[in-house]
């Protein structure tokens, strides 16, 4: 399994940015995936969720109706729309895959977000 994100940056309050994973070694169609953000010094959190088919989507509720979840299974990436950025939005964001009970999940190296006031 390897996720390789990409798309992170240093923005202004308000901006967006599209964060994008790319996913290799596994069929990413039949995995449900996450991201899931590290701001400095605090532990993982969950952002958002997309299931298998794209079709169902969940999200933490601070970024509700500020972020969107998609996937496209044919070129076996998966994104994170951002916008309406705020400062608390700064953090390391990684995307994830359930590796089964027990198991710890897999994430890439991650894609650092900046957001200034």
């Known amino acids: 399994v390897q996720l390789v994100e990409s798309g992170g940056g240093l923005v202004q309050s308000g901006s967006s940015l599209r964060l994008s994973c790319a996913a290799s070694?596994?069929?990413?169609?039949?995995?449900?995936m996450k991201w899931v953000r590290q701001p400095p010094g605090k532990g993982l959190e969950w952002v958002a969720t997309?299931?298998?088919?794209?079709?169902?989507?969940l999200y933490t509720d601070s970024v509700q109706g500020r972020f969107t979840i998609s996937r496209d299974n044919a070129k076996n990436l998966v994104f994170l729309q951002m916008n309406s950025l705020i400062p608390n939005d700064t953090a390391t964001y990684y995307c994830?895959?359930?590796?089964?009970?027990?198991?710890?999940?897999?994430r890439g190296q991650g894609t650092q977000v900046t957001v200034s006031a």
């Open positions: 994830e895959k359930n590796e089964g009970a027990g198991n710890p999940p897999s």
């Open positions: 070694g596994f069929t990413l169609r039949y995995s449900l």
């Open positions: 997309i299931s298998s088919d794209g079709r169902t989507t």
